[in-house]
């Protein structure tokens, strides 16, 4: 079989502004091209679509994910494509891939096969640029807080209770502690340090959720960047740092937009982890594509009980934005790992495993319907070594939970693959069977939130929280935040915090150990487990099997 680099060069891809014309509708001079097959959409164009009718909102999710692969955004570019194939107005909008992951565990996140989106390449490494925006204005408030430490400390910063952290978009576990300042007078204040991925970032997680420079420019003036000695909140606003990190991400803020290899358009844009963070697409972006399509299909990181819980109690809450539709991405290779079989054995026959594991994905659908009101589809993402007789009891499984379930062979056959998906996909949007409700009521404390996600999403019986985790809860509530909503920062493989715990594990205790104030982003995260907010790279990182030709080709990044 061909690799991505090889199939997406065997395709002729259209300038960007025949994708904008013809595709969505939007004039020449609405885009701000990078090259010849990227481009960024105008800010004014966008304001103008303010007024525009909305189209249908298709969520795809999926199972918890394992190392068997299940192809959440493979599935979303097919789905896109054969909506289009059917005659659909269908626009996807994904999150920018991270370096990190790209050149550590994951690789690419672009799609796959003949399901990807295209110029893989730039998409995966530096795009337009919006990483390195976000990196810089969040290092120039970490530089204002130490500069204003170094020149008198007027605000009375105490400098051990400094939040804000610096950000770097590669995973480097030897600087999630550090000492800077070091050096003597010309260096600073000594102190201890802590960074951050980029995409763990809450400047991250502002900028997917502002719907303008102004609201951009509000949100960083709340972040509390440090406290006092005597633990009065210090903000962005008070070191007179909002206008000059807006300035930093005015360009960046305006969307992205690319095309898949069948030339559906794709807005690409922002990309926080939905482990850490919200794990989601910017609301900019989405709003454009609904403006602009009749559907648009989008995709929250993870399984539904990280990406799908937070896209909804978070980002819908906050932009007014409800799902039409869901779709749960799950693989027979993934169910039988779940189901205890190992990876060696992944392409044996093995319908006891099957049905073992499809308790991981019955809970999702559960989850989907039951908690959140929204109708699901799942997509069986098939691998040549399925059997019949396998995919055969995923379906019967899936129908037993009132979810139809369709063969999907996007990653091979592209559209054609998945037009089945589309036509189901499209069937029940014509429904509309969706009443969105949320995991919890807004007016509920922190505690009461995070209860209700553990018990209702993870199945929890019981949340408990570490000393530390109680002493912030006890601040930010006497600071006034003690009712915004929640973002648990939990491992992706588990409905608990252990990551070895598959299946549908129920029972169990959410540990919070600590609880970080997300006061520009309105939220707070609950750390978990064993969970980091800079990842290590793998002991052969995917960078290890990358080249690059004398001709500028490059091999291995897919």
């Given at each position: 079989?061909?690799?991505?680099?090889?199939?997406?060069?065997?395709?002729?891809?259209?300038?960007?502004?025949?994708?904008?014309?013809?595709?969505?509708?939007?004039?020449?001079?609405?885009?701000?091209?990078?090259?010849?097959?990227?481009?960024?959409?105008?800010?004014?164009?966008?304001?103008?679509?303010?007024?525009?009718?909305?189209?249908?909102?298709?969520?795809?999710?999926?199972?918890?994910?394992?190392?068997?692969?299940?192809?959440?955004?493979?599935?979303?570019?097919?789905?896109?494509?054969?909506?289009?194939?059917?005659?659909?107005?269908?626009?996807a909008a994904l999150r920018e891939p991270s370096m990190g992951p790209v050149f550590g565990m994951k690789g690419g996140a672009a799609g796959g096969g003949h399901s990807q989106v295209v110029p893989m390449i730039d998409i995966n490494l530096h795009f337009t640029g919006d990483?390195?925006?976000?990196?810089?204005?969040?290092?120039?408030?970490?530089?204002?807080?130490?500069?204003?430490?170094?020149?008198?400390?007027?605000?009375?910063?105490?400098?051990?209770?400094?939040?804000?952290?610096?950000?770097?978009?590669?995973?480097?576990?030897?600087?999630?502690?550090?000492?800077?300042?070091?050096?003597?007078?010309?260096?600073?204040?000594?102190?201890?340090?802590?960074?951050?991925?980029?995409?763990?970032?809450?400047?991250?997680?502002?900028?997917?959720?502002?719907?303008?420079?102004?609201?951009?420019?509000?949100?960083?003036?709340?972040?509390?960047?440090?406290?006092?000695?005597?633990?009065?909140?210090?903000?962005?606003?008070?070191?007179?740092?909002?206008?000059?990190?807006?300035?930093?991400?005015?360009?960046?803020?305006?969307?992205?937009?690319?095309?898949?290899?069948?030339?559906?358009?794709?807005?690409?844009?922002?990309?926080?982890?939905?482990?850490?963070?919200?794990?989601?697409?910017?609301?900019?972006?989405?709003?454009?594509?609904?403006?602009?399509?009749?559907?648009?299909?989008?995709?929250?990181?993870?399984?539904?009980?990280?990406?799908?819980?937070?896209?909804?109690?978070?980002?819908?809450?906050?932009?007014?934005?409800?799902?039409?539709?869901?779709?749960?991405?799950?693989?027979?290779?993934?169910?039988?790992?779940?189901?205890?079989?190992?990876?060696?054995?992944?392409?044996?026959?093995?319908?006891?495993?099957?049905?073992?594991?499809?308790?991981?994905?019955?809970?999702?659908?559960?989850?989907?319907?039951?908690?959140?009101?929204?109708?699901?589809?799942?997509?069986?993402?098939?691998?040549?070594?399925?059997?019949?007789?396998?995919?055969?009891?995923?379906?019967?499984?899936?129908?037993?939970?009132?979810?139809?379930?369709?063969?999907?062979?996007?990653?091979?056959?592209?559209?054609?693959?998945?037009?089945?998906?589309?036509?189901?996909?499209?069937?029940?949007?014509?429904?509309?069977?969706?009443?969105?409700?949320?995991?919890?009521?807004?007016?509920?404390?922190?505690?009461?939130?995070?209860?209700?996600?553990?018990?209702?999403?993870?199945?929890?019986?019981?949340?408990?929280?570490?000393?530390?985790?109680?002493?912030?809860?006890?601040?930010?509530?006497?600071?006034?935040?003690?009712?915004?909503?929640?973002?648990?920062?939990?491992?992706?493989?588990?409905?608990?915090?252990?990551?070895?715990?598959?299946?549908?594990?129920?029972?169990?205790?959410?540990?919070?150990?600590?609880?970080?104030?997300?006061?520009?982003?309105?939220?707070?995260?609950?750390?978990?487990?064993?969970?980091?907010?800079?990842?290590?790279?793998?002991?052969?990182?995917?960078?290890?099997?990358?080249?690059?030709?004398?001709?500028?080709?490059?091999?291995?990044?897919?």
């Amino acid at each position: 079989m061909r690799s991505d680099a090889e199939i997406a060069d065997s395709v002729e891809l259209w300038p960007i502004e025949k994708v904008a014309t013809e595709m969505l509708g939007l004039p020449p001079e609405s885009l701000h091209p990078y090259g010849r097959h990227i481009a960024k959409v105008d800010r004014s164009t966008i304001a103008g679509l303010e007024s525009k009718p909305r189209g249908k909102l298709v969520l795809v999710t999926g199972i918890s994910p394992t190392p068997a692969g299940e192809g959440k955004t493979t599935t979303t570019v097919g789905l896109t494509d054969a909506l289009r194939r059917i005659g659909v107005r269908a626009t996807a909008a994904l999150r920018e891939p991270s370096m990190g992951p790209v050149f550590g565990m994951k690789g690419g996140a672009a799609g796959g096969g003949h399901s990807q989106v295209v110029p893989m390449i730039d998409i995966n490494l530096h795009f337009t640029g919006d990483f390195a925006a976000i990196a810089g204005a969040n290092n120039l408030l970490a530089a204002l807080i130490d500069n204003h430490i170094h020149h008198g400390n007027a605000l009375g910063i105490d400098q051990r209770r400094i939040e804000w952290k610096r950000v770097v978009d590669m995973n480097d576990r030897a600087l999630r502690q550090s000492v800077i300042g070091l050096g003597g007078t010309t260096g600073g204040v000594p102190r201890e340090e802590g960074w951050d991925i980029v995409v763990a970032s809450e400047l991250m997680a502002i900028f997917c959720l502002a719907t303008s420079l102004r609201d951009l420019k509000e949100r960083i003036g709340r972040i509390v960047v440090a406290y006092t000695r005597d633990r009065k909140p210090v903000t962005a606003a008070d070191l007179e740092a909002p206008e000059a990190m807006t300035i930093m991400l005015a360009n960046a803020l305006q969307p992205n937009l690319v095309q898949t290899l069948e030339h559906s358009p794709v807005f690409i844009h922002g990309g926080p982890f939905a482990n850490i963070a919200h794990g989601c697409n910017s609301v900019l972006a989405t709003q454009t594509a609904l403006a602009t399509s009749d559907v648009v299909v989008t995709e929250a990181g993870f399984g539904a009980d990280l990406g799908a819980e937070k896209f909804i109690d978070l980002k819908c809450r906050m932009a007014g934005l409800a799902p039409d539709v869901a779709v749960v991405v799950a693989t027979v290779r993934a169910l039988k790992y779940h189901g205890g079989v190992g990876v060696p054995d992944l392409n044996v026959e093995n319908l006891d495993a099957v049905r073992a594991g499809a308790a991981n994905l019955r809970r999702h659908l559960q989850n989907m319907r039951e908690v959140f009101g929204v109708p699901a589809v799942v997509a069986i993402n098939r691998f040549p070594s399925d059997t019949d007789a396998e995919v055969a009891l995923v379906r019967e499984l899936a129908m037993a939970e009132d979810a139809p379930a369709v063969e999907a062979t996007h990653v091979v056959d592209g559209s054609a693959g998945a037009t089945a998906l589309a036509d189901t996909v499209n069937n029940l949007l014509d429904k509309n069977l969706a009443n969105l409700t949320y995991a919890y009521p807004e007016d509920a404390d922190i505690v009461a939130k995070a209860e209700a996600v553990a018990r209702r999403i993870y199945r929890a019986d019981a949340v408990s929280w570490s000393p530390a985790a109680r002493r912030s809860l006890k601040q930010l509530t006497e600071d006034g935040y003690g009712k915004l909503p929640v973002c648990f920062a939990k491992t992706q493989y588990s409905f608990s915090t252990d990551p070895k715990a598959l299946g549908a594990v129920d029972g169990h205790t959410v540990e919070v150990r600590e609880v970080r104030l997300r006061a520009g982003a309105g939220f707070v995260v609950l750390v978990t487990g064993d969970i980091m907010t800079m990842p290590g790279l793998p002991k052969v990182p995917a960078s290890a099997g990358m080249s690059i030709d004398d001709d500028g080709t490059v091999r291995g990044l897919s």
